[in-house]
């Protein structure tokens, strides 16, 4: 089917070819961030029902595209080998059915959503009579940048339209086939229900110099959000001239207090470390106090065996634990993403929280004890986007924060913290409603 | 007094030279944000009683420094021909006892806003138990570039300390003297409060090239706000490796509707423009329904030329003011800063949205209009930081919006936009208490 991309993908010849030259790359990129700027100033005046409109059509779309996606799809698993992905990889980014249901149903749980947009954020009257009111507003164009599973390609137009946001999509390579596919369903979508086309886009050139482009392109872009490794944020940050949301690693931490419930401890480290390695919000280190590790260790350490993690400890662990390895300094400053935890027994809360300060990712924290005073002072003083008490650092997550769907998790303290949703994709402006007030 | 300084004035040869090597440059900006961030980690856990009674000290060291402030104040007013400030420079400059009282005063006003980081921002409990909180936290190290007024040294350090950040501030060279004066009192009360002294350092060398060092430490700086001129603010954003809080220019529109009440039209206009027209939030257009230029020009024109205003207006307003000079589109573009007004003439309340969507840097607006649809429309489609209704644009401002003081108006959308006070300054850290949860 010649004209699948149907009469409006001029760029077709750009993704057919990675070799443009940097003028023909520069026409592009400003062309596409011209047409996401003018589709955000008219998204920023539609209505909750529309945006939400859009999302139960989009869901519709997709599971009527069903078919055309798991084909389009096994071109993409076709190449995947060819890309150096594994059996894991390849496996996350293949579309099944089911997979199809369960992206569409995201689509809908995201209208289901309140709108970020909705009401004021406060009011109050001045002395003058001015009443000043602050509303929310969305960020305008948010350029999104991510790897290779196609659900996100979805979940994150999802997030963008709904907050009233243009998105720009860049998704790996890996995927291409299988987002184009999406990509096509939410475009004609967008336009059935009377929403800029362009509220959308995906990048349709895998050339690495595009992502550096649209990094220059700070009076059309508002934000940029990459989620992947270390590298990819790290070249974002180095190269991006508009705001950057980040979401670097997660160095989390389990501490074990001298007045801790031992059993709830092995539980939250067992799950903090296990449950899924891979993700950022997984532990590396535990923290035990010097008082409970005779304890501790010989009740958690059966299920660590068990579960095949590895353990790194200093000197006082390999006492309880010979079979160790010595830590060193470098593996407290690690994110193992796999099932490795670094080891360490500490003397007081307060060689804890100073450990923490030292080594943490300043991601998610979690202390395990039944003295509120320590746990007081360990949420002040510990600095990270979430710092938990008695529950695992896997909680610190926009679904189980109660956000509803995250764009990611931001490593910032500036802008938003955390898990990022709806509201964190809004800005916001005053209102000052007067009768003719002049200053005096 | 060759020990005026004190024995902890190590960097008194940094600033007696401003011709130092990089490497001795690099040392010196390392060692003051590295001091900034242990005192920051201090300050985020003082109470709010401890940094108000510093406020109090502060206020009255300054008072009981009047003296030696005046002294050190000379020595700048005596060398600021030859940086060639001319004689309004000089008199913002200036440092009388009337200046002191207002200074130690507006000290003393940030003491009775309320604490930013009291309290919880929102709480909620989730299905599975989990208590989810958020709390503010200090955004940590703030990085505050500023210009010659010399008050701005003890405001600026009053909003960081009262909000728990630390700042490393750095004025202008031409009030070199008078900041270290003031500088000094801000240290010693410090001090003498419990607080970390280095919570609040300033700059002591004049060297241009020490910014650039600064703004290369994104690990230990949190944000950098430069205020001053538009070249300073580019730089700033050019060169910052971390979140900078800009505030660009203020190209800002009066609006006069068709349904406008033209005597509080023509109020409002000669406010936004002759208040104070060297300030961001004056107005540099007019845009007059093409309904009502036929009286709303004769009504407002003898004050304007009373005012000495020269106006540059488009072919229709020259139909009503022959004088004006014809207005050239790089007029509409211009922040004039002076008595100078843009004018045109637009045949619907679309043409004036359309007009400030392309010329306006986004800061302020205002319509003036007895009409609440016109109003809803106008208030909703421009994207400015405040939009207003029958109101002047001087109001956007943290002291008349409710802020009660202000660092700087952000001209951004990400992170604060508009002015920004206490609340500002500070970002957030999710709190969540559990009673063993771990995830599914």
């Known amino acids: 089917m010649p004209d699948f991309w149907g009469p409006n993908r001029v760029d077709i010849n750009v993704r057919a070819s990675n070799t443009l030259?940097?003028?023909?790359?520069?026409?592009?990129?400003?062309?596409?961030?011209?047409?996401?700027?003018?589709?955000?100033?008219?998204?920023?005046?539609?209505?909750?029902?529309?945006?939400?409109?859009?999302?139960?059509?989009?869901?519709?779309?997709?599971?009527?595209?069903?078919?055309?996606?798991?084909?389009?799809?096994?071109?993409?698993?076709?190449?995947?080998?060819?890309?150096?992905?594994?059996?894991?990889a390849i496996d996350r980014l293949r579309l099944t059915e089911a997979r199809i249901r369960d992206l569409a149903s995201a689509l809908e749980e995201v209208a289901t959503l309140p709108d970020p947009l909705a009401g004021e954020i406060d009011r109050k009257v001045r002395p003058n009579g001015l009443v000043v009111s602050r509303v929310r507003v969305p960020l305008g164009v948010v350029f999104f940048i991510y790897e290779s599973r196609p659900n996100v390609t979805a979940d994150a137009a999802a997030l963008c339209v709904k907050s009233g946001n243009a998105v720009i999509l860049r998704g790996g390579k890996e995927a291409l086939h299988s987002n184009l596919a999406i990509h096509r369903v939410l475009s004609d979508?967008?336009?059935?229900?009377?929403?800029?086309?362009?509220?959308?886009?995906?990048?349709?050139?895998?050339d690495r110099a595009a992502v550096g482009e649209f990094l220059k392109l700070r009076t059309l872009i508002d934000v940029t959000i990459p989620r992947g490794g270390k590298d990819l944020i790290e070249r974002v940050t180095r190269e991006?001239?508009?705001?950057?949301?980040?979401?670097?690693?997660?160095?989390?931490?389990?501490?074990?207090?001298?007045?801790?419930?031992?059993?709830?401890?092995?539980?939250?480290?067992?799950?903090?470390?296990?449950?899924?390695?891979?993700?950022?919000?997984?532990?590396?280190?535990?923290l035990v106090h010097a008082s409970v590790v005779d304890k501790f260790?010989?009740?958690?350490?059966?299920?660590?065996?068990?579960?095949?993690?590895?353990?790194?400890?200093?000197?006082?662990?390999?006492?309880?634990?010979?079979?160790?390895?010595?830590?060193?300094?470098?593996?407290?400053?690690?994110?193992?993403?796999?099932?490795?935890?670094?080891?360490?027994?500490?003397?007081?809360?307060?060689?804890?929280?100073?450990?923490?300060?030292?080594?943490?990712?300043?991601?998610?924290?979690?202390?395990?004890?039944?003295?509120?005073?320590?746990?007081?002072?360990?949420?002040?003083?510990?600095?990270?986007?979430?710092?938990?008490?008695?529950?695992?650092?896997?909680?610190?997550?926009?679904?189980?924060?109660?956000?509803?769907?995250?764009?990611?998790?931001?490593?910032?303290k500036f802008h938003a913290r955390g898990p990022c949703g709806l509201v964190e994709l809004t800005s916001y402006k005053y209102v000052v409603i007067g009768t003719g007030q002049i200053r005096g």
Chains 1, 2 share one sequence.
Request: proline share 3%.
């Open 21 to 88: 030259s940097m003028d023909t790359l520069t026409e592009y990129t400003t062309r596409v961030a011209r047409q996401a700027r003018q589709a955000s100033r008219q998204l920023a005046l539609t209505s909750e029902i529309q945006r939400n409109q859009w999302l139960h059509a989009a869901a519709n779309g997709l599971r009527a595209a069903t078919a055309t996606l798991i084909t389009e799809n096994a071109r993409d698993l076709e190449a995947a080998p060819g890309y150096g992905l594994n059996a894991a």
């Open 189 to 206: 979508t967008l336009e059935a229900c009377g929403l800029p086309r362009h509220a959308v886009q995906l990048v349709e050139t895998t």
């Open 240 to 286: 991006a001239t508009m705001p950057v949301i980040k979401h670097f690693d997660g160095i989390c931490h389990v501490y074990v207090d001298a007045a801790a419930n031992l059993e709830k401890a092995a539980s939250i480290l067992i799950n903090s470390k296990c449950q899924r390695p891979g993700v950022c919000n997984a532990a590396e280190t535990l």
């Open 297 to 412: 260790l010989p009740l958690v350490g059966p299920e660590l065996v068990q579960r095949g993690v590895e353990v790194r400890g200093d000197a006082r662990i390999r006492e309880y634990w010979p079979n160790a390895k010595l830590a060193t300094e470098q593996d407290y400053r690690t994110e193992y993403l796999d099932l490795i935890l670094s080891a360490r027994v500490v003397d007081s809360l307060a060689e804890a929280i100073d450990h923490i300060d030292t080594y943490s990712s300043h991601h998610t924290e979690t202390i395990v004890t039944e003295d509120t005073t320590a746990a007081r002072q360990f949420t002040a003083a510990v600095d990270s986007s979430a710092v938990m008490v008695n529950a695992s650092t896997r909680f610190n997550d926009g679904g189980e924060l109660g956000l509803g769907a995250e764009i990611g998790i931001s490593t910032d």
